[in-house]
């Protein structure tokens, strides 16, 4: 198609939608409104997108006749100089010759005049002035029609009994949560609500017919009566805990509770970046110390916080204690801020032998009251120089368990036999993998006899002493000669050596009681497990001990086969599950004074005894407090004649219980809907449900045995 008569298709299509529009849009304005009158807003909603839905089909199908077919036609009608060929300027010229080709030629010259033309079909003026017109009359007698039950009566006439009982139509609930949460205002049509706590709840109701008056009732709270707004009933609370409610109204019937879900609050979660752990110690030189700390809010964290800061001196009873409180500027969104601290070590008086504890304490911004939350305390530590022991200046260490650094010191002497493996001859490197392969099994020895395993080799196996740092660091040979230097100097730094990788530490356990008590244990039995182990670990450090000895034992065979690059990714994997057994419960505390209670010197050196020593316990009575919704399970299982249960006494229990109980607002709207609805199954079921979940657990007791029968005395004597 020519450009230039391009936009005649495209006005006429035009013009055909609005007129369509024109002729159908106040019939569809007045059906909607007829259908609020009739049926509410869902009525509106269904009318409104039939009809809408209707004009776009009809506009539709009447612009489908705008082809090349109708402007060739109208062209010809309206345009005489086109001389009843304006289908050649259609047609492409390279197509045409001769006297077709010349008038195609002359047809290019008359465009102008064609484009001018206005080919748009006429208004509908008929069609729109009788659509306006009776949508009108229709939109008028929707309004001044009275609706049911409004009708006035004369003076003395009897009201006439109402046509229908009045029943809810529709729904609509704003609700809007406090300012300071940030959430926006919203709507729905569902009578559950579920906001956060301090918002405020606005109903509009619908009925058909108009009740007289209506009314939302919170059981054991003070009602909501509604006002009537036109054809809707509105009513409007602000509810800072969660609650039930109902709609009641003169005729309407009685409905289920409905739940309103306040969300509390939560308050703010701080945590420490850095250091990463509770416990750090003072660098040679360090001169100041930079905490960071994270605090997380569910609706935002105040920008201000306020930093605690405990320094302690001294050691023993003579400990003293300095504090003094800091503010801090957080940094960061609203509901996660950081808040790093610099600290000077001189400034704070951090002396040798001391503790530097911090502590942030900070604030959300609930209204009207904020929550305050004090965070975890991190430790900076001084420690005092090793105290001089006669004779033995520079090998005087302190006693730590080293439990935990013999597997580093073995996957230090494989790194480096693999780095040595192309300057040595395949027995030689076979060999000092084997040898590596029973500093493997010895150290899982060593491990396994916390664990309860057997030593192998008989009596000549691993000891049972706990191994300490007491004695001077040595450098570890190897069966393939010494370490690399690198590798020495790590294990100087990091590793402490244990029986268990094949060195000389009889005189760690000799004139030791612990030793004495392994020579007992050794002449007169063997223990499985010993006491220090028993109650060093616990039960989750001792499974992550059984993960790292299974990766012991990979390690192992792998290292005796030769295999030593495919022994490394177990012998690391060993050594991080032994760092989380030493860490899974290692707790730090500060060094701080007790707060003993003051000393009564009316009693001092008075002889009475009046209140030291308690008096005999009572027994242990199992109060019976769970006994209404013991009874009320029990009734709710039996079918046919039974006594139904007391919901009276349930919904007692429940009241007093509700801050121990998982969803109180379930079961009381259960306990009100079994009781409205007695013959309802489901409802029944759903309450047994809901109460063997909130039912305490009895507590666990010692059960005497069942006595012996006859049989039973018999295998006891020929046991004896």
């Known amino acids: 198609m020519i450009a230039v008569l391009a936009h005649l298709p495209r006005a006429a299509r035009l013009r055909v939608v609005l007129d369509t529009l024109a002729v159908g849009a106040p019939a569809v304005l007045a059906g909607g409104v007829a259908a609020w009158r009739l049926a509410g807003p869902l009525g509106t909603l269904a009318v409104g997108a039939a009809g809408l839905g209707a004009l776009a089909w009809t506009g539709w199908r009447r612009t489908q006749r705008f082809d090349r077919a109708w402007l060739t036609t109208a062209l010809d009608a309206q345009a005489p100089g086109l001389e009843d060929s304006s289908d050649l300027l259609f047609t492409p010229p390279e197509t045409l010759t001769g006297l077709a080709a010349l008038q195609q030629a002359r047809l290019r010259d008359r465009l102008k005049e064609a ?13 729109i002035a009788v659509s306006v017109g009776l949508s009108a009359l229709v939109i008028a007698a929707a309004a001044l029609w009275p609706a049911p039950g409004e009708t006035g009566q004369g003076q003395g006439a009897a009201a006439p009994a109402p046509l229908a009982a009045p029943h809810l139509t529709g729904a609509r609930l704003r609700i809007t949560p406090p300012a300071y949460t940030g ?19 606005v109903w509009s109701l619908g009925f058909l017919p108009q009740p007289d008056a209506t009314t939302l009732t919170f059981p054991g709270e003070a ?35 409905h739940r309103l879900e306040m969300i ?31 605090a997380r809010d569910d609706y935002g964290v105040a920008a201000n916080a306020t930093l605690k800061i405990t320094v302690t001196k001294g050691e023993g009873e003579n400990i003293t204690t300095t504090e003094r409180i800091l503010s801090v500027v957080g940094f960061g969104d609203a509901r996660l801020k950081r808040f790093p601290v610099s600290l000077d070590l001189a400034r704070e008086g951090l002396e040798r032998g001391g503790d530097l504890i911090v502590q942030l304490i900070v604030r959300d911004n609930r209204q009207p009251a904020a929550q305050t939350v004090e965070g975890p305390s991190v430790i900076l530590r001084w420690p005092n120089d090793p105290p001089p022991v006669d004779g033995l200046e520079g090998m005087a260490r302190k006693i730590l368990p080293v439990y935990f650094r013999s597997q580093r010191q073995i996957i230090i002497d494989a790194e480096a036999l693999l780095a040595r493996k192309s300057r040595i001859s395949a027995d030689k490197f076979m060999d000092s993998a084997n040898g590596l392969g029973e500093d493997q099994a010895q150290l899982r020895l060593r491990y396994g006899q916390f664990m309860g395993e057997e030593a192998e080799g008989g009596g000549g196996g691993v000891g049972l002493a706990l191994p300490t740092s007491d004695a001077p660091a040595l450098d570890l040979p190897t069966n ?17 050596h244990s029986p268990g990788d094949g060195h000389d530490h009889g005189a760690e356990s000799d004139g030791s009681p612990l030793g004495d008590m392994d020579k007992l244990l050794a ?24 993960q790292a ?85 029990r009734a709710l299982g039996q079918t046919g004649a039974a006594a139904p249960p007391n919901l009276d006494a349930l919904a007692r229990w429940v009241g007093t219980n509700a801050a121990r109980l998982p969803d109180a ?22 309450l047994r449900a809901l109460l063997w979940t909130a039912l305490e657990r009895p507590t666990p007791s010692v059960q005497r045995r069942a006595p012996v029968d006859p049989r039973g005395r018999l295998y006891l004597d020929a046991l004896r």
């Open 115 to 127: 484009a001018a033309l206005d080919l748009r079909p006429a208004w509908s003026t008929r069609a």
């Open 223 to 257: 009602g909501l009566p509604l006002r009537r707004d036109g054809g809707r009933w509105t009513g409007a609370r602000s509810f800072e805990r969660s609650a039930l409610y109902r709609i009641e109204a003169p005729g309407l019937p009685r409905q289920r509770l």
């Open 549 to 633: 000895l299974d990766a012991m034992w990979d390690s192992e065979r792998a290292l005796r086969q030769g295999e030593v690059k495919a022994a490394l990714p177990h012998a690391n994997r060993a050594l991080v599950l032994l760092k989380t057994a030493q860490q899974a419960t290692r707790i730090y505390l500060a060094r701080t004074p007790p707060k003993l209670p003051p000393i009564d010197l009316s009693r001092r050196m008075s002889g009475k005894r009046d209140g030291i020593v308690a008096g005999r316990l009572a027994p242990l009575v199992r109060d019976p407090a769970d006994s209404p919704a013991v009874e009320a399970w």
């Open 480 to 496: 393939d000669g010494p370490a690399a230097p690198a590798a020495k100097a790590e294990a100087h730094d990091d590793h402490d």
């Open 665 to 686: 607002l379930s079961l009381s709207a259960a306990i009100d809907t079994v009781r409205n609805e007695p013959q309802c199954q489901d409802c029944r079921r759903k």
């Open 264 to 294: 509390p609050d939560a308050p703010p979660v701080v945590r420490v970046v850095t250091p990463t752990t509770a416990l750090t110690f003072v660098e040679p030189g360090q001169t100041r110390w930079t905490p960071v700390f994270e």
């Open 183 to 201: 959430q926006r205002p919203f709507e729905q049509s569902s009578l559950d609500v579920r906001a956060p706590a301090g918002s405020q709840v």
């Open 523 to 546: 002449q007169f039995g063997h223990a499985h497990d010993t006491g220090d182990a028993a109650t060093l670990f616990s039960p989750s450090a001792r499974a992550t001990l059984a």
